[in-house]
């Protein structure tokens, strides 16, 4: 009896070496990046008007750099129809925490159901790491009004670094604004040249 329960195990031994590396290979490691979510404002069920903002506060810990934006989806599809976000937030190594938002306007009712944190580094396409935040949000065209925002929404809206992101977007319109402006003085002047 002993002889068979030997072979037995002899046998099965190779099974469970081979569940165990793959047990080991599934659970995330130091070096695996971890994302969660802190806060949002408004909360995770919310009805809002065009433009109006849903932030969400987020912790990262990474040892390298990573990129986070947000992608909203509805019944696993993607949106983008409409969309406006805040700008992806380079969070340096070590991680940390960080406010982002986003938001639609149109004439027409947007529905999400999940909303995608997803973290890559920079210039890579494929994600280091993503959470899924289930969400129940709705912006209508109609009238909204305005709900009080969270403290730490403000308190982001006055740091430092969200001053420098203003920056940047309003140098980033003026560049688009400069361009435009030389393309339409180019085309008015060569319309003037053909009169003559």
């Not at 329960?5 to 590396?21: I, N």
């Not at 983008?80 to 960080?98: D, I, K, R, W």
């Not at 065209?141 to 969270?150: I, T």
Request: one cysteine or more; a positive charge; proline letters at 8%.
């Amino acid at each position: 009896m002993t002889t068979v329960l030997r072979r037995m195990l002899h046998r099965l031994q190779p099974l469970f070496a081979g569940s165990v590396l793959l047990l080991a290979a599934c659970m995330p490691t130091g070096d695996t990046p971890q994302l969660r979510v802190i806060a949002t404002d408004p909360g995770s069920e919310a009805v809002l008007g065009a433009q109006q903002r849903f932030h969400i506060q987020f912790a990262l810990d990474s040892k390298t750099p990573l990129v986070v934006t947000l992608d909203p989806y509805f019944d696993h599809q993607p949106l983008s129809a409409n969309l406006g976000t805040s700008a992806p937030v380079l969070m340096p190594a070590g991680g940390g925490s960080a406010v982002a938002y986003l938001f639609f306007w149109g004439d027409y009712a947007t529905r999400v159901d999940e909303i995608k944190l997803v973290a890559r580094a920079p210039k890579q396409a494929q994600p280091a790491v993503e959470l899924a935040l289930p969400v129940k949000l709705s912006w209508i065209s109609r009238e909204v009004p305005p709900h009080e925002a969270a403290p730490w929404v403000n308190a982001m809206q006055k740091s430092p670094a969200a001053a420098d992101e203003r920056e940047r977007w309003l140098a980033y319109g003026a560049v688009i604004l400069a361009i435009a402006v030389a393309g339409f003085a180019s085309h008015w002047l060569r319309q003037r040249r053909r009169m003559r």
